[in-house]
Nanobody
Framework: QVQLVESGGGLVQAGGSLRLSCAASGRTFSDYTMAWFRQTPGKEREFVAAIKWSGDRTYYTDAVKGRFTISREHAKNVAYLQMNSLEPEDTAVYYC????????????????????WGQGTQVTVSS
């Protein structure tokens, strides 16, 4: 059974930083691209960042480029999202997810490309 558990969310002032973690189990972690999405009430889930299964390629939505960094540790089965220079617009529930396909050669930014999701962690940025 695949499980993803996010942690690290919280309340932070604008300009501050948070690091989200996603602990994965039940799947060969190193075979799957990992991604972070976020969602606010009444809106669709939005792609934030992804890191290829091999760890050698990352992809970010324009809104977070230069501020967020995605990484992964295969030995610990954990993916991270380091978020710096946070803005009130970053306020959302953040979800990690694993790709549907094993060792996909490209990074997918659509939620339909991911089959397992964590429960989400709330990030609130005050102005």
């Amino acid at each position: 059974q695949v499980q993803l558990v996010e942690s690290g969310g919280g309340l932070v002032q604008a300009g501050g930083s948070l690091r989200l973690s996603c602990a994965a189990s039940g799947r060969t972690f190193s075979d799957y691209t990992m991604a972070w999405f976020r969602q606010t009430p009444g809106k669709e889930r939005e792609f934030v960042a992804a890191i290829k299964w091999s760890g050698d390629r990352t992809y970010y939505t324009d809104a977070v480029k230069g501020r967020f960094t995605i990484s992964r540790e295969h030995a610990k089965n954990v993916a991270y999202l380091q978020m710096n220079s946070l803005e009130p617009e970053d306020t959302a529930v953040y979800y990690c997810a694993t790709d549907r396909a094993v060792r996909r050669t490209v990074i997918i930014s659509l939620p339909a490309g991911y089959d397992y999701w964590g429960q989400g962690t709330q990030v609130t940025v005050s102005s």
